[in-house]
């Protein structure tokens, strides 16, 4: 089984991480190869997935079983694919559908990390959840719960 790359591992690159099958992976800028599938979904899901994930925990599960359809679901599954294999390019596909455990909740949670790292959304925390304080720059970030706008 593919391990995490140590490389892009390494703190003092700031490279975002997801969450996925219970460890950590980075998750380097895109090349044009993943921005084709990627971007067009991040557009077609974005507002709705953020929306739902916003939402009262009463409610969220509702939402996003309006969002998560068959078909939006295989997309959010291709979108944390190539994500993933960006930074690791010997992941097959056949592993990732195949062998990995991969819960609903890390996908989802993955999401914004990846539309982030599309160029398309910018990430800004919550108070309290790596906000910076006045005069001090926005910390890095990961899968933290920060809210998503538009840039």
């Known amino acids: 089984m593919i391990t995490p790359n140590q ?7 700031k490279i975002p ?18 921005n084709e599938v990627i971007v067009p979904i991040v557009l077609e899901m974005s507002s709705e ?4 994930m ?7 599960l509702t939402m996003l079983a309006h969002v998560l359809t068959g078909d939006n679901y295989r997309k ?7 994500a993933i294999q960006r930074g690791h390019p010997d992941l097959t596909r056949k592993e990732y559908d195949e062998e990995w ?10 999401f914004t990390t990846i539309a982030e790292r599309t160029g398309l959304i910018k990430v800004v925390p919550t108070a309290g959840v790596g906000a910076a304080k006045p005069g001090e720059e926005q910390a890095d970030h990961s899968q933290t719960g920060q809210k998503s706008l538009p840039e």
């Not at 959010?76 to 190539?82: E, S, V």
């Open 7 to 13: 490389k892009y591992l390494d703190r003092t690159l």
């Open 76 to 82: 959010l599954n291709d979108c944390i694919y190539l």
């Open 49 to 52: 997935l953020i929306k739902a």
């Open 17 to 34: 991480t997801i969450t996925i099958a219970g460890q950590e992976w980075p998750i380097p800028k895109f090349a044009p190869k993943q």
């Open 54 to 60: 916003s939402s009262p925990q009463a409610v969220r």
């Open 101 to 110: 455990e991969v819960g609903t909740m890390e996908m989802v949670h993955a």
